[in-house]
């Protein structure tokens, strides 16, 4: 290839906010309800019932453009979209156009030249469409409107990415600002979280725009960047091949690893939007903005550097804790019950990974209490158990949230300090093994290990080995 | 004199007084409608059964002392395009045959909480667009003064059963004057209060920034007592406005000393019938007698109303109307291939001519590229106009103007030309678009026998001044009752 081309992409995010309530009537957001049992007239399109906006998804939708340092547009509209299909019972979309709650924001990223900073052109609310389910026996369609009218946000980036790297960590970004607001579980694989990639290409060094196409239907880091990837490459195959590209929406088959055209731009709708008129102009008060200012929690980097400052933790250990709120949240709380950072970062960095790699688990869904884990660590700082047997509580902890110290007293795996039943144990263990002791008076080191070990398995693992070694030496020299 | 041919006021009265019972009321509200309904057609749906058993529980509550007002065991007529759970809901369209709703529109709950016995609901223009109520999918309601002319709409068949007496009240629907103008070609008082003060939950929507529910009564006394009951603030209706002064009937009082009536020039100018040009200057000319001061003035920008309005309208109720589609209720075409032809076939065969002009006159403001040039146009006008009467109320306490150009056109007339007919709206779409409450009341008979109504307009909120006003001229005159009654038709 003689020519160089740049990437140059944009996003569409989309955002299932964690109201309690849809957007615009009082049904519930919970997932998984029977067909069509979270609805009411106002979300099922019934004729003659209106929308009223929830308070909660403003204030979210503020949260979020704060924390993206967004201008908030303090009287915001809201629009209606217009366009037939049969999960969305209006046939019309509330959304934002002309007015939309948050403008010209960014968020910083880190790429391996520094960071950078990615435009964010605005934010605005909408609601959901329900969901068509296909019944292949009776060869009809059904409708099911339970997620008719949860609240999202849609955050619109400007095109300034220019590979999937960078789309990763600012979708990593955006993710991890919003869980530590709270406004939404942002999972992509459960469309929580969605993106849409508006991508073209164009040679380096110029500054022209491409032909843009939009792509959908993507689902997981990995898919986003193999279409990524896989739509720079058929964009540069086209043009080196003197052909042009063609402003349509894409859709990506992640099992194919391919995608295809869904509509050109001579499709698309005109949506006739124009002002909703059941609705009236949101005001945003300077008190009400100040107000949610003031909630906004501590985002992930104002903590890196509180974590190294109050608890003195290692900068590494900070950035794994802070990478998801639960983790950071953990930690927090079970520093506050026994006072140990390090220790508590050490068992949330090994064996919390460990496990959560082991059963393929987000950190959202830890589920076990800092009290156990306080607890856990007491007893073993006490010397109460001993290492080994900690790791097997903890896993338990993990699992079943089991109390450590009820655990530990019901299954007797308290180290035994009583240094007559250890020497007894200690000098059956000299005499059951001549040959080891042999050689370890021969000067063969690793012979200890060997009878360190045939203690430990005589006391249950109840023993502190650092005792056994040291009993074992002493009785090995008296036998000199 | 049958009951019917009190006032709601009157009835309420004789039902608390314990001389008749609600279901007797009732019981003489069916028959009215089985002797005049055959010739007038107001009705669409006549639930008897309901009806009477309500009243029946109405009349216990009356005798418990848990319904005390005015309106408790009085029979009313509804529009067809409130929802009333379980009853059948129209808005005298196809696409919605059959349709009954799971809910009860908060004004028609309102009603409810004070007694009322709902006896069915009313004719009216397809989804409220048309101004004779000859759109309507279950045929035309005639005028019950002259069997030959039209009722006037939207709210035709509401205006036409209380001029006929089949009920005690009505409610109806003011998007461009639909309760005022059928209120003037009845004989009738309708009141379209100011944009905000009746929920819209529950009404079917046809422009959602200019519909407003509003009474149609007798007179005036009926429409503030009504009014009273039906106004409230509704958290479920984004644009309801929370108001301190829902007692409507304290301003029954008889006195216009001192107050300000503009009379706007340019709406007695080309184009009024002289008949009513000169009722209405007459009825003028009584309000100053009673020592109120009158004034010509200039309400320019009318002429633009029209436009605005239609643009603004039309926009709406092609986006409000996309919901019906076969889909989830009313009407879907028998056979189809597909999706796209069901939506087709469904609302091709669901609704008439005039709502299919309007959804594609609305689609093409909203379409891009003309959205600019109509629709944001529109909206300026809108705002031109109501910055207008904001200066005109500065020096003013009411309005005085005509309702429609004319008293009621004959059947079959209007709908040959639409424009003609979208013209006639000239004096009642601008109180609409600057969201103003207006009350039509009659005011004379023209030389054809039919009735003349006159228009007051005040400034937002200002619902008392109108009533004040308004009943102070009906105190000079007689009710007239329509000649359907006299026997003369």
Redesign the interface.
């Known amino acids: 290839m003689s020519r160089q081309y740049e990437t140059v992409i944009g996003l569409e995010v989309h955002v299932e906010l964690a109201t309690k309530t849809k957007i615009f009537c009082a049904c519930s957001t919970e997932f998984g309800g029977a067909p069509n049992t979270h609805t009411c ?1 106002v979300c ?10 929830n308070r909660q998804v403003v204030e979210y939708a503020i949260a979020v453009g704060l924390a993206t340092n967004c201008t908030i547009n303090q009287c915001c509209k809201f629009d ?1 979209k ?1 366009y ?1 299909y ?1 999960d969305n ?4 979309q509330i959304s934002q156009l002309y007015e939309p709650i948050c403008r010209d924001g960014y968020v910083e990223i880190d790429t391996p030249s520094g960071t950078k900073k990615i435009g964010i052109h605005e934010i605005h609310m909408e609601e959901d469409a329900g969901k068509l389910m296909h019944d292949e026996w009776e060869d009809c369609s059904l ?1 099911d409107f339970n997620r008719s009218g949860v609240p999202l946000i849609e955050i619109v980036s400007e095109p300034d990415m220019r590979d999937a790297k960078e789309v990763i960590a600012y979708l990593d970004k955006l993710r991890l600002i919003i869980q530590y607001l709270g406004a939404s579980d942002c999972k992509l694989q459960e469309g929580s979280m969605r993106a849409d990639v508006n991508l073209s290409v164009r040679e380096t060094g110029s500054t022209r725009l491409g032909t843009r196409t939009e792509m959908k239907n993507l689902n997981s880091f990995k898919a986003i960047t193999r279409a990524i990837e896989g739509e720079r490459e058929r964009q540069i195959e086209l043009l080196e091949m003197g052909k042009a590209v063609v402003q349509e929406t894409r859709r990506w088959d992640d099992n194919k690893e391919s995608s295809y055209a869904m509509r050109s731009k001579e499709d698309a709708q ?1 949506y ?3 002002p909703e ?4 102009p949101v005001w945003i008060s300077d008190e009400w903005l100040a107000q949610i200012r003031a909630r906004q929690p501590e985002l992930r980097t104002q903590k890196l550097i509180r974590y190294k400052k109050e608890f003195d933790i290692p900068d590494y250990d900070a950035q794994i804790i802070t990478s998801a709120k639960k983790m950071a949240d953990l930690f927090e709380a079970t520093t506050a019950i026994c006072k140990k950072p390090k220790k508590v970062s050490n068992w949330l960095m090994v064996e919390t990974m460990r496990l959560m790699k082991e059963h393929e688990m987000e950190a959202e869904e830890l589920t076990f209490s800092p009290k156990h884990l306080a607890e856990l660590i007491e007893l073993t700082d006490k010397g109460a158990i001993n290492s080994s047997v900690a790791k097997e509580v903890f896993e338990k902890i993990f699992l079943e949230d089991i109390d450590p110290l009820q655990y530990v007293e019901e299954h007797g795996l308290k180290t035994v300090h009583d240094e007559s039943v250890l020497r007894t144990v200690v000098e059956k263990v000299i005499e059951e093994n001549p040959q080891s002791v042999a050689d370890y008076r021969g000067g063969k080191e690793k012979a200890m290990g060997f009878l360190v070990g045939q203690t430990m398995k005589a006391m249950k693992g109840k023993a502190n080995p650092a005792a056994v070694n040291q009993m074992l030496k002493e009785l090995l020299m008296v036998g000199i | 004199m049958s009951l019917m041919s009190l006032t709601a006021v009157e009835l309420g009265k004789k039902i608390q007084a314990k001389e008749v019972t609600a279901v007797e009321a009732a019981r003489e509200a069916f028959l009215q409608i089985e002797r005049m309904d055959s010739k007038l057609h107001c009705m669409i749906t006549v639930d008897k059964e309901g009806a009477l058993e309500r009243a029946e529980k109405v009349q216990e509550g009356i005798e418990k002392g848990f319904f005390k007002g005015p309106l408790a065991g009085v029979p009313v007529v509804l529009k067809d ?3 009333t759970k379980g009853m059948q ?1 129209t ?1 005298a369209s196809k696409i ?1 045959y059959h ?1 009954k ?3 009860t ?1 908060e004004a028609v709950k309102n009603l409810e909480q004070a007694g009322a016995v709902i006896l069915g609901k009313a004719n009216m223009d397809e989804f409220a667009m048309g101004s004779t109520t000859e759109t309507s999918f279950f045929g035309v309601t005639k005028n019950p003064w002259n069997l030959e002319h039209v009722p006037g709409g939207s709210s035709g068949g509401s205006c036409a059963a209380v001029a006929a007496e089949e009920c005690s009240y009505a409610l109806g629907s003011d998007t461009g004057g639909s309760i005022r103008q059928p209120s003037a070609y009845c004989g009738v008082t309708g009141i379209k209060p100011t944009y905000g003060t009746v929920s ?6 046809y ?3 200019l519909d407003q529910i509003g009474p149609v009564a007798k007179d005036v006394g009926d429409c503030a007592a009504v009014l009273e009951a039906i106004a409230s603030y509704d ?5 309801s406005v929370k108001r301190k002064d829902y007692d409507f009937t304290t301003a029954l009082v008889e006195d216009v000393k001192g107050l300000r009536i503009g009379i706007p020039k340019d709406y007695f100018g080309v184009g009024l019938d002289a008949e009513v040009r000169e009722s209405i200057l007459q009825a003028a000319k009584v309000l100053e007698g009673q020592g109120a001061v009158l004034e010509e003035f200039d309400l320019s920008l009318v002429e633009y109303a029209i436009p605005a309005y239609y643009i603004i309208a039309s ?2 109720a ?2 409000n109307l ?4 076969g ?3 009313g009407y879907r075409t028998k056979e189809y291939e597909g ?1 796209h032809q069901m ?1 087709k076939k469904s609302r091709s065969e669901g609704f008439g001519a005039e709502v299919k002009r309007r959804i594609m006159l609305g ?1 093409f403001v ?3 590229g003309y ?1 600019d040039a109509y ?1 944001l146009k529109a909206l300026k006008t809108k705002a031109l106009i109501k910055q207008a009467f904001d200066r005109a109320f500065e020096r003013y306490d009411v309005i005085l103007a005509p309702v429609a150009p004319t008293t009621a056109p004959k059947l079959k007339e209007s709908l040959c030309d639409p424009i003609q007919m979208y013209l006639s709206d000239i004096y009642t779409i601008a109180a609409n678009l600057a969201g103003l409450p207006g009350i039509s009341l009659p005011c004379g008979i023209d030389s054809k026998g039919l009735p003349i109504g006159m228009q007051l307009l005040g400034d937002c909120f200002q619902e008392k001044k109108l009533i004040r006003a308004a009943y102070t001229f009906e105190r000079t005159r007689t009710y007239e009752r329509c000649k359907a009654l006299k026997g003369v038709l």
């Not at chain 2, 819209?200 to 929507?205: E, H, K, M, S, T």
């Not at chain 2, 958290?235 to 644009?239: I, L, V």
């Open positions: 007239p099922t399109g019934m004729p003659g019932a209106l929308p009223v906006l209606r217009n037939f049969p019972p209006q046939n019309y409708v005109d006739r939007y124009f008129p059941d609705l009236v | 395009n409130l929802c809901t808005c919605l349709f709703p799971t809910y529109a819209r939950y529950g009404l079917i929507a422009a959602s920034s958290p479920k209706d984004s644009t926009a709406e092609s986006s996309a919901r019906f589609d889909v989830k209720y999706l939506y689609s909203l379409s891009s959205y629709y």
